[in-house]
C-alpha cells in the first residue's frame, strides 16, 4: 500500500521567516495530495491541495509543489505569524481507494 | 466543518464493552471515512464508505466495525476484541470523486475505564 513519509517532525522558526515541510510517497498512482493544520485537540483543516496535473499552486502565503518524477511534495510557508504555529499533516490518495493515506505530522512552532 | 456532526466529543468503554461513535453530515457527500489518531501520530485509515450499503477496510480495521445505512450516517462500533481503543477517532466526508478534499468532524475522544 501507499506509505508517505514526512519531515521535518519539529520545525521552529522566527516570525517572518519561511517554513518549508517535506513528503514523500511509495505510490506513483497517486494523484491528489492535500495539507492539513490541526490544532492542539481540534480538528485537521484543509489548507490547501494540489492535484497531480499540477505543479504549483499558491494561496496567499502557503504554497505547495508537486514532483511527480520524483515523488514528493512540499508545503511553503512565506511571513510565518504565530497563530501558523500547529502541527501540519501531508497526506495521499489514488483513483479507486480515494481514502487518505498521512504522514507523521510536522510540529511547526513560531517565535514571536 | 460545520456539515459534520460526531458525537459523543468524550466515551468512556468499560472492559470487554462495545461502543459506538456517530458520525452524521448534511453535506450531501457520497464518502464518509473514519480514522484514529494516536497522541502526537498522523491519522490511520480504519474504514471507509464511497457509497451507501457498501464499505471497505482500512489499514487497522481489526476489532471495529461500521453501517452506512444511510447516506447522512456512518456509524463506527468499537468492539471489545479492540484491545487498545483509546485514541481520538476522526470522522470525514468528501463529494467520493477522485482528486476530491474530504473534511473532518470534531472528533471524539475514547478512554478506557
Known amino acids: 500500500g501507499e506509505n508517505v513519509e514526512q519531515h521535518p517532525s519539529t520545525l521552529s522558526v522566527q516570525e517572518g521567516d519561511s517554513a518549508v515541510i517535506k513528503c514523500t510517497y511509495s505510490?506513483?498512482?497517486?494523484?491528489?495530495f492535500p495539507w492539513y493544520k490541526q490544532e492542539l485537540g481540534k480538528r485537521p483543516q484543509l489548507i490547501i491541495d494540489i492535484r497531480s496535473n499540477v505543479g504549483e499552486k499558491k494561496d496567499q502565503r502557503i504554497a505547495v509543489t508537486l514532483n511527480k518524477t520524483a515523488k514528493h511534495f512540499s508545503l511553503h510557508i512565506t511571513e510565518t505569524q504565530p497563530e501558523d504555529s500547529a502541527v501540519y499533516f501531508c497526506a495521499a490518495s489514488k483513483a479507486g481507494r480515494r481514502a487518505l493515506t498521512f504522514g507523521s505530522g510536522t510540529r511547526l512552532q513560531v517565535q514571536p | 466543518d460545520g456539515g459534520i456532526t460526531q458525537s459523543p466529543k468524550y466515551l468512556f468503554r468499560k472492559e470487554g464493552q462495545n461502543v459506538t461513535l456517530s458520525c452524521e453530515q448534511n453535506l450531501n457527500h457520497d464518502a464518509m471515512y473514519w480514522y484514529r489518531q494516536d497522541p502526537g501520530q498522523g491519522l490511520r485509515l480504519i474504514y471507509y464508505s464511497q457509497i451507501v450499503n457498501d464499505f471497505q477496510k482500512g489499514d487497522i480495521a481489526e476489532g471495529y466495525s461500521v453501517s452506512r445505512e444511510k447516506k447522512e450516517s456512518f456509524p463506527l462500533t468499537v468492539t471489545s476484541a479492540q484491545k487498545n481503543p483509546t485514541a481520538f477517532y476522526l470522522c470525514?466526508?468528501?463529494?467520493?470523486?477522485?482528486?476530491?478534499?474530504?473534511?473532518f468532524g470534531d472528533g471524539t475522544r475514547l478512554s478506557i475505564l
Open positions: 470525514a466526508s468528501g463529494q467520493g470523486g477522485d482528486e476530491q478534499p474530504q473534511h
Open positions: 505510490d506513483s498512482a497517486s494523484n491528489y
